[in-house]
């Protein structure tokens, strides 16, 4: 008989644990609140403009297009992924500006130009991001959720140079002296949501996955990740429910029974693996008994990691100076960290993340002009900051900022809307709108993070960027591949 399997949420990480249990034989239904799937991947399309709302930066393809192929298909059908160049461009309030470049002569070039000295350091860094990567990835990136005791079972040398004991500034700053360039290589804590004075320093391996492997774009935007992702999971015969929301789930002596929807229809089901905010598993969805309390009192007590602030702008013109990918570089970045997780306001001087699609996609935009997706860092949901109150104040910030690097900006918009941490909480599930669960900051922040498989439920498994392995999309497939071995080697 098929096992019966129900997906809460159509995320990344629920599409892909979807599509891999039906690969298994599994009879799949995906539930998903919203009109469509994607979860924070989503996509807007208005006055002649298309922007993508989540994810920008794509990393490691292996994983994506190993998930397709695994499935029977070939990925080549299903999206078109091309590398972007260059990688990043970096602006400062001193006037200086670097490309990162997928080609190293080219890079170093800029290097040398910022800081001649600095060239071994930043050769040595990305050397050792490397190392951290290759020692780091089996137990931290790539399997089961890690345990401290994982660390004795490795190499005496390599166990060593996981760099647990620094953090990722401090060991940032012990290969380059340029305070540019360590801002620079500080602002990938960002891509977990973190802050890299206090985040472990096994994070750089992020370094490695983008700057020494390189970004690309899926041509057509992000967003059409999610809907290959979906169109292959229909083809295999998941039956994909849109605007359908799972009002809790069916726990009777420990054993997933089913869900209730909404609505007030329930459905049976041996295996539910759910990709929603952890937290709200745990405080929502589950009975209150079958989680112990102190585990819910940890997820409720945890720091969260940042949420974000986004603006969508239609903009008249074009602008050479910029690239794809861009990041206009505060003038004091531990400030910048303090206010987002200490203080919980956000950023009085924001650092500046703007993409633009329509640099390599010029139909996202009407001719000549341009489709900027503008995001600032920002804390999570608390009482410090009411966003209804003060979102077009920050708004104005934000614009200002832009400006003050010799950008037109105010009377070249044509089209915009705006993203809160409310508006983030609101439309994806997101806990206090903060973007990956927990904050990825201590020490031990990977061993707390929520693993993939309930150990008080049997037959219930957790994914997306709030579970192992953490956030960004290749992190998110691999938790709901994750989940969905996990339900295939126990039930089927």
């Known amino acids: 008989m098929k096992q019966r399997v129900v997906v809460i949420g159509g995320g990344i990480g629920g599409l892909a644990a979807a599509i891999d249990l039906a690969v298994a034989g599994c009879d799949v239904v995906l539930f ?23 994810p920008s930066v794509i990393t490691m393809p292996d994983v994506l297009t190993g998930l397709l192929r695994d499935s029977g298909a070939d990925p080549d059908d299903y999206l078109t992924l091309q590398p972007v160049e260059p990688i990043t461009r970096y602006f400062w309030p001193d006037g200086t500006v670097l490309n990162i470049s997928r080609d190293l002569p080219r890079t170093l070039d800029g290097i040398r130009d910022i800081s001649e000295g600095d060239v071994e350091g930043w050769l040595g860094f990305f050397a050792y991001a490397a190392r951290l990567h290759r020692i780091t990835g089996p137990t931290f990136l790539y399997g089961p959720p890690p345990k401290v005791t994982d660390l004795f079972r490795m190499k005496p040398r390599d166990a060593l140079n996981v760099d647990g004991m620094r953090t990722m500034a401090a060991a940032i700053d012990s290969f380059v002296a340029s305070p540019l360039l360590r801002q620079l ?19 750089n391996v992020i370094a490695d996955v983008e700057i020494n492997r390189g970004v690309i ?59 929603a905010d952890a937290s709200d598993v745990y405080e929502s969805l589950l009975p209150a008994d079958v989680i112990p309390k102190k585990e819910r009192q940890r997820q409720k007590e945890s720091e969260p990691s940042s949420s974000g602030f986004a603006l969508l702008l239609g903009i008249k013109g074009q602008d050479e100076r910029l690239a794809h990918h861009n990041i206009l570089f505060s003038s004091d970045y531990q400030r910048e960290f303090r206010e987002i997780f200490d203080e919980g306001v956000p950023p009085s ?90 904050s990825p900051n201590g020490r031990f922040a990977a061993f707390r993070r929520p693993r993939n498989r309930v150990a008080t439920v049997k037959g219930l498994y957790l994914c997306g960027g709030t579970t192992h392995p953490g956030g960004g999309v290749p992190m998110v497939v691999l938790s709901g591949r994750l989940a969905a071995r996990y339900a295939m080697n126990e039930t089927v």
């Open 32 to 54: 998903e609140a919203t009109d469509r799937v994607g979860g924070k991947m989503g996509e807007i399309q208005s006055d002649g403009f298309r922007w993508d709302t989540g």
């Open 185 to 203: 290589l500080k602002r990938f804590a960002t891509y977990v949501g973190g802050d890299p004075f206090r985040a472990p320093a096994p994070l």
């Open 217 to 275: 774009y899926p041509v057509g935007g992000v967003y059409a990740i999610a809907a290959a992702l979906e169109r292959r999971a229909r083809e295999l015969g998941v039956s994909i429910r849109p605007e359908c929301r799972v009002e809790s789930i069916t726990v009777v002596n420990g054993v997933v029974r089913g869900v209730a929807l909404a609505g007030g229809e329930t459905i049976d089901a041996d295996v539910v693996v759910a990709n």
């Open 349 to 438: 001087e924001p650092t500046v993340y703007i993409a633009i699609t329509s640099k390599t996609n010029p139909d996202h935009a009407p001719v000549g002009c341009e489709n900027w997706f503008v995001l600032v860092n920002a804390p999570a949901l608390g009482e410090r900051w009411d966003w209804a109150a003060r979102s077009a104040e920050y708004r104005d910030r934000v614009i200002e900022r832009i400006e003050s690097f010799g950008f037109t900006v105010r009377d070249r918009i044509v089209a915009e809307h705006i993203l809160t941490p409310e508006d983030i909480a609101r439309q994806t599930g997101a806990h206090r709108g903060a973007l990956y669960g927990m």
